[in-house]
């Protein structure tokens, strides 16, 4: 699993690639931890290269969405494959988070 985050444009670029697996979740988490104090810069979090999703990294990203709205901030979610993106629904996630 790699997880990457940069600054563009005043906004927050994050990029998952891989599988979010619990193994992987703590190490993530970590990685993210800029996201959850956002100041008010919105948050694309680039899932093209996502192959699996955990309920593990499912709570990161309810997590980082929370943190960013007490921030101001807005959260997307870009290029979700169909299988993670079905994931997001049966959760009831979908209606939470903004796609792209």
Known sequence: MKATIQEIDGKYLATLEGELD???AAEVEKTLQPL??????DIV???EKLEYIASSGLR?????????KVAGSKVVIKNLNDDIKNVFKITGFIS???FE
């Open 22 to 24: 619990t193994a992987a």
């Open 36 to 41: 959850y104090t956002s100041d008010g810069r």
């Open 45 to 47: 979090i680039e899932c």
């Open 60 to 68: 990161i990203l309810i997590s980082i969405l929370k943190a960013a």
């Open 96 to 98: 939470l988070f903004d």
